[in-house]
């Protein structure tokens, strides 16, 4: 039975607008896990970010946003006191967390180090993110693997497609192993940024024995793959399938391009709220129970302009466009 | 001709501004049909300062990348906005991270260079600093840390100078050089090369009048964050807790001018009196509606503030 859970990257921090402030206290993260679970979302998903040296990440880091354990002690008192507080107000299980690579990237540049700390800095929050997984008995550890390609490019000497690639794929096989320990499992996450895009996930999935995959499906489409296609070629592989929507088409070779997401040239909206795309999900759906799928799948509307409406939309397209069209089996 | 020049601090818009511009209103408001689509780009927020009177902006820290990234140069970003009206980007904010420990001032030197050739490259004059890192988890300073970081920024000051900048300390309540550290840190200050941008909320909040501050201290403070705040003089439990800047339950600390209990009229009387002139600053953080706190406060300042002194 298929589970739907909401990622908390639906909330947009680096952005301007209207009130943008109450979203840097404890009391709106408070007020919207309630709002996340009155929307019927049971599971949660939260991205993970342990540094400071970027100043975004510093900013974001040290009001109510539950972005890392330091965080998570300093506003909620402990793991397990998020987690019970969680649980009171009506999330059963965050579902995993998210890294991502291009936050290394960017403390480097923040802290004015090289890559050649790259490294060792992703394996320190991938480690830091596997304990704090443990602490609030969670399952998966998604990895989005390389940072931007417009960032590697101007960062990284050398092939990319060689050492880099090849290191990328060592240190997520150190990251399987570990999380494996812990009962852990590792879900790779694809964007349409990533070095590790089309091809090169699949390929990359293939090489690091024992990790899953976490397909995000508006980043599918937006690479120019067919999002049910690549659900089905690796059905037998997924965890934490994030259904994501999107309308947008890379014209102007966007995805080779630093903040990737935030296009000046050409269009610019890249992702559309979860049903007002133009991705297959119904189709993706339909592949997923087809094949018993009874992992979590994790909605989002990132970077919507209205995150309490698009909570309610989600709910409203998954009960009555996923749900009710699949037969009513959840 | 007006002996005061209005600028505006931009963090209240938000942590970033996602887009220079946008090339298709219509990519946003259609399926949306809010207001979000007028706060997404730089075209747009510039226009609404320089149409409210403000000619100067002041951009934070954390924008600096983000405005390399997006402009190039930080140069291409103050042409833009002098496309668009702005006469002069009037300064940055830093906050001077390991000043308060001897043995990191070299690397917080290193990391702090940066913003001195941003504020350079974007033709500003000045860069408010907070003095050191917050109170929780680092505070109390003892005395040798405070003048340890007096230090620092005494050669922070002195690198500034060589472009012909100012640092300008900003105190703020939950910082590290709080109530206790202020006036023996300022002591330690070398005036030739570091100034003192006086917040009135923020020192008000600490536990300072700033009226009373500024008539004291009036060679010393070059410019101003001007705002407003209902919690004058804040207890200790409430300032240096973790992340006391965004207060738990939403609460707002800063609010437009003449909202709250700092004596503007008061300080007004004291800029008559030294005969301050030249740009003097705005910065209303923490507002829900950043549109109508700005036109809230030029409307005080028109009717209030300017028949005292401008």
Redesign the interface.
């Known amino acids: 039975m298929m589970k739907f859970g909401c990622s908390l990257e639906l909330i947009n ?10 979203k ?5 993260w408070v007020e919207m896990f309630k709002l996340v679970a009155a929307a019927g979302f049971k599971g949660i998903e939260l991205p993970y970010n342990p540094f400071s040296s ?3 990440a ?3 880091g ?3 946003v539950p972005i890392s354990a330091f965080a998570v002690n ?2 909620y008192g402990s793991p397990k006191e998020f987690m019970a507080f969680l649980n009171e107000v009506g999330i059963e299980e965050v579902t995993g967390v998210h890294i991502n690579a291009n936050d290394v990237m ?1 403390e480097i ?4 180090q090289d890559m050649s700390v790259y490294f060792n800095l992703f394996e320190k929050m991938g480690m830091e993110a596997i304990d704090f997984l443990c602490s609030l008995g969670s399952k998966v550890l998604v990895v989005s693997p390389t940072p931007e390609i417009g960032w590697l490019e101007r960062m990284v000497n050398g092939d990319l497609n060689g050492e880099f690639a090849a290191k990328t794929t060592e240190l997520l096989k150190k990251l399987v192993a570990a999380a494996k320990e812990k009962g852990i499992s590792t879900a790779i996450k694809n964007e349409y940024w990533s070095l590790m895009r089309g091809k090169a996930a699949a390929d990359l999935l293939n090489q690091v024995e024992g990790a899953l995959f976490s397909p995000d499906l508006a980043h599918i489409q937006i690479t120019g793959d067919d999002p049910v296609m690549v659900i089905n070629a690796h059905k037998h592989q997924l965890a934490n399938v994030r259904f994501s929507d999107t309308d947008f088409t890379d014209e102007v070779g966007n995805y080779k391009k ?2 990737a997401e ?1 296009p ?6 890249v992702f ?2 979860l049903g ?1 795309g133009s991705v297959d999900l119904l189709g993706v759906a339909k592949v997923l129970k087809d094949n018993g799928y009874d992992g979590w799948i994790i909605c989002e509307s990132k970077k919507t ?2 995150i309490h409406r698009a909570l309610l939309k989600m709910r409203w397209f998954i009960d009555h466009e996923i749900v009710n069209k699949l037969g009513g089996d959840k | 001709m007006s002996n005061l020049k209005y600028s505006y601090q931009t963090n209240m818009w938000g942590l970033m501004v996602q887009y220079p511009k946008l090339n298709n209103w219509n990519e946003w408001y259609q399926k949306d049909f809010s207001n979000a689509v007028y706060y997404l780009d730089w075209d747009q927020i510039l226009k609404y300062h320089v149409g409210a009177g403000f000619k100067g902006i002041e951009l934070m820290f954390h924008m600096e990348p983000y405005i390399d990234q997006f402009f190039g140069h930080a140069k291409n970003f103050s042409d833009f906005a002098k496309e668009r009206g702005i006469e002069e980007v009037t300064g940055t904010f830093a906050i001077a991270f390991n000043s308060q420990d001897k043995s990191m001032h070299e690397s917080a030197l290193k990391s702090l260079q940066g913003i001195i050739d941003f504020t350079a490259n974007l033709g500003g004059k000045r860069i408010n600093i907070m003095p050191a890192g917050g109170y929780y988890g680092l505070g109390p300073l003892s005395k040798d840390q405070v003048t340890a970081a007096a230090s620092f920024m005494n050669e922070f000051g002195k690198r500034c100078s060589e472009k012909d900048i100012i640092p300008c300390v900003h105190t703020e309540f939950w910082g590290s050089i709080n109530k206790n550290e202020l006036y023996s840190y300022i002591e330690q200050l070398d005036q030739r090369y570091v100034g003192f941008c006086l917040d009135t909320a923020q020192v008000l909040i600490m536990g300072y009048d700033p009226v009373k501050f500024y008539d004291d201290y009036h060679e010393f403070v070059k410019y101003f964050h001007l705002k407003d705040t209902t919690f004058a003089y804040a207890p200790d439990e409430l300032r240096l807790k973790a992340g006391a800047e965004f207060q738990d339950g939403g609460d707002r600390w800063f609010w437009e001018l003449g909202s709250g209990q700092v004596d503007f009229v008061g300080l007004w009387k004291l800029l008559k009196k030294h005969r301050y002139k030249g740009w003097i600053g705005l910065e209303t953080d923490g507002t829900p509606d950043p549109m109508a706190t700005m036109l809230l406060s030029k409307y005080y300042i028109n009717h209030v503030l300017s028949p005292i002194y401008e």
């Open positions: 921090m680096r952005t301007s607008g209207p009130n943008f402030i109450i840097q206290s404890k009391l709106y970027d100043p975004m510093f900013e974001i040290r009001c109510g300093a506003k960017l540049i923040a802290s004015g630093i903040n935030i000046v040239q050409g269009n610019q909206k559309s709220d007002e302009l209205n």
